[in-house]
C-alpha cells in the first residue's frame, strides 16, 4: 500500500507544470526580468495614452487655458511691462514672446497636478491597489506612471506651442537648440509629475484638490519667471516674491526652457531641476512604501 501511495505524494509535492525546483526561480526571473519591467512600463503608458484619447475635453482645456493668457493677458499688458535687452534675448520683444516659455510651463504644471488627482482617484477605485501589488519594484512602477504624465504634457506643451504659432507667437523651436528645448521640456515636465506623485501621497480624498490649486499651484506660478523676470520683480521693491520666485523649481524650469530656446547657457537651471525631480520622486516612492510611508498608504488604497 505504501508503494502504491508513493507516487501520488510525490506527485502533489512537485511543482506545477513537473518543474523542478531548479525550474521555479526560472520562471519566476522570467517574470520579473528587464523584458517584463519594460512591458509594464509600456501597458501603463499606453493605458494613460488611450484615457487621454477618450478625454477630447481634457486637451481642449489644457490649450484654452494658456491661449486665452495668450490673447488676454498679453495683449492687454503688452505696454505695460516692457522687456528690456536681458539674457537670453539679444533684441526687444513682445511681451507675447517673453511669456510663451512661461505659459508651456504652465500646461506642465496643471497636467503635472492633475497627474496627483488621477492618482488619488485611482486610489479611491481600488486601481493603485492592483497596480502596485504587481510582481515589479514599487518606485518602477511609480516611474512608470510619472513617464507616462511626462508624455502627456510634452504632447500638451507641443501642441500649445503649435497653436501659438498659428495665432502670431512664434517660438525658435526649428532649429538645433529647438532639441536642447526639448530636453528641457521633458526634464520640467518630469519634475512636475514627480511633484504631482509626491502630491498624491497627502491628498486623501479628490475633494482636498482645490487645496492643492490653492495653495501649490498658483503660488509656484505666479512666484516665478513665467510672467515677469526676475530682475522686474527686484526693481519693484517686492523682495521677498523676488527671492521666493530665485529658489522656486518652477522657475528654474521655465529658465532652462527660455535659455534653451534662444541657444544660451542656462547655468544653475538644469541642476535644480534634475535635482528635485530625483528629491520628489524618492520620497513619493518613500511615502507610497506601506512600511515606511506617510501614513499608512496601503490601508487607503
Not at 511626462?150 to 525658435?172: I, N, R
Request: aromatic share 12%.
Amino acid at each position: 500500500m505504501s508503494d502504491d501511495r508513493r507516487p501520488a505524494r510525490d506527485l502533489a509535492e512537485r511543482p506545477p507544470g513537473g518543474l523542478g525546483a531548479a525550474g521555479a526561480p526560472a520562471a519566476t526571473g522570467a517574470r520579473s526580468g528587464p523584458a517584463h519591467a519594460l512591458q509594464a512600463l509600456q501597458a501603463i503608458v499606453l493605458r494613460e495614452l488611450f484615457k487621454f484619447s477618450q478625454q477630447t475635453g481634457r486637451l481642449v482645456s489644457a490649450l484654452v487655458r494658456p491661449l486665452l493668457w495668450l490673447a488676454v493677458f498679453a495683449a492687454g499688458f503688452r505696454n505695460v511691462f516692457g522687456v528690456a535687452i536681458v539674457e537670453p534675448y539679444d533684441t526687444y520683444i513682445p511681451y507675447d514672446v517673453y511669456i510663451a516659455p512661461g505659459l508651456v510651463g504652465m500646461v506642465l504644471l496643471f497636467n503635472g497636478m492633475q497627474s496627483s488627482l488621477a492618482m488619488v482617484y485611482d486610489r479611491e477605485m481600488g486601481l493603485m491597489r492592483l497596480l502596485l501589488t504587481a510582481p515589479l519594484p514599487r518606485p518602477w512602477l511609480l516611474f512608470s506612471k510619472l513617464c507616462a504624465t511626462a508624455l502627456l504634457s510634452v504632447l500638451q506643451a507641443l501642441a500649445f506651442v503649435a497653436v501659438a504659432a498659428l495665432v502670431g507667437t512664434t517660438l525658435p523651436v526649428l532649429s538645433w537648440a529647438g532639441l536642447h528645448a526639448l530636453l528641457a521640456l521633458l526634464c520640467g515636465a518630469l519634475m512636475l509629475g514627480a511633484l504631482g506623485l509626491l502630491l498624491s501621497v497627502h491628498i486623501r480624498q479628490l475633494e482636498n484638490f482645490a487645496g492643492t490649486m490653492n495653495f501649490v499651484i498658483f503660488p509656484m506660478y505666479f512666484m516665478s519667471t513665467a510672467l515677469y523676470p526676475l530682475w522686474k520683480l527686484q526693481e519693484s521693491g517686492a523682495e521677498w516674491v523676488y527671492q521666493l520666485a530665485r529658489v522656486n523649481p518652477f522657475t528654474h524650469a521655465i529658465e532652462w526652457i527660455r535659455f534653451a530656446l534662444y541657444g544660451k547657457d542656462p547655468g544653475l537651471a538644469p541642476y535644480v531641476v534634475v535635482g528635485c525631480l530625483v528629491v520628489f520622486f524618492v520620497v513619493a516612492c518613500w511615502g507610497y512604501d506601506p512600511q515606511r510611508g506617510f501614513g499608512g498608504l496601503a490601508k487607503r488604497g
